[in-house]
């Protein structure tokens, strides 16, 4: 255990300007996003470290930093509790039986790209135009599909979920939207995080082109939705975009040196 929070302390403590930038405006956006919420609870304490663990993580994970599994596996626990009591089964079982085990696997893998200084940053690599190919048709086909399953079979679902689990919520999947083109939006940004997080685990350069792509998604989301969490949401994703190019720019570095 004491090696993790080592590793973790050394990786916070070499972040530079632009990533101690990047961090305190997010976590400036989450707390503006709780506060405007107003209740404090235990579970809104707990879902706010949680949320502070997911900035380290997507900042760590730009620099190449094999401390963000830690952060995220942190986070991945904190926001399964949040989400049982919450009643968000569907996110709950996402994160419980993908998200988490990722994490194990993405810090094993990340392990074997250990550079030899003491960085504690990996060497990262390309995908090759089959492997880019092959993931732009699951990427379309599983968007494709979770489209058409929510049009036709989403309420179905909903209320049969519902029947066994009265209190059961959804995070996204809903019976209409503010928009009809949110649904697909909402299709795709599910589909592409999870394929997105296998890229990740392998170290791919692409991943962050990947996650740019599903920022732009999120924030057009919403933009068309009437929530009055929209300005804040959308403000938070922009500065994960900006994280986004950083990712880009530090994960080609990385793969040179």
């Known amino acids: 255990m004491n090696k993790y929070i080592e590793i ?3 990786s916070v403590t070499r972040l530079n ?18 506060l405007i919420k107003g209740e404090v609870t235990i579970n809104t304490t707990i879902a706010a470290i949680a949320a502070i663990l997911g900035v380290f993580c997507v900042v760590l994970g730009a620099k190449g930093s094999i401390a963000n599994w830690i952060f995220g596996t942190v986070e991945a626990f904190l926001h399964i509790y949040i989400c049982f009591f919450t009643h968000i089964y569907g996110d709950m079982l ?33 995908m090759t135009w089959q492997q880019r190919f092959l993931t ?14 929510l049009i036709y079979f989403g309420p179905w679902m909903i209320d049969t979920m519902q029947a066994i689990w009265p209190d ?29 997080m296998y890229v990740s685990v392998k170290a791919f350069v692409e991943q ?47 793969s040179k040196d």
């Not at 930038?21 to 709780?34: K, V, Y």
């Not at 993908?98 to 940053?121: A, E, I």
């Not at 379309?140 to 399953?149: H, Q």
């Not at 019976?175 to 997105?196: A, E, K, R």
Request: no cysteine; hydrophobic share 50%.
């Open 17 to 34: 300007k632009f990533e101690v930038t990047l961090l305190i405006t997010i976590l400036a956006l989450t707390a503006i996003g709780f």
């Open 8 to 10: 973790a302390k050394k």
């Open 136 to 149: 732009a048709v699951a990427v379309a086909a599983g968007t494709l599909a979770l489209g058409v399953f």
């Open 94 to 126: 996402q994160r419980l039986v993908y998200n988490l085990p990722m994490q194990f696997v993405g810090w094993k893998k990340w392990k074997k790209r250990m550079r030899d200084d003491d960085s504690q940053t990996i060497h990262t690599r390309y």
């Open 208 to 254: 962050w082109y990947m996650w740019l792509a599903i920022n732009v998604a999120y924030i057009a989301m919403w933009l068309m939705s009437a929530s009055e969490f929209s300005f804040m949401t959308v403000a938070k994703y922009s500065v994960y975009l900006i994280n986004s190019f950083y990712g880009i720019y530090m994960w080609n570095k990385l």
């Open 168 to 196: 059961m919520q959804f995070k996204t999947l809903k019976l209409d939207y503010d928009h009809p083109m949110q649904l697909w939006l909402d299709s795709f940004t599910t589909v592409m995080s999870v394929i997105t």
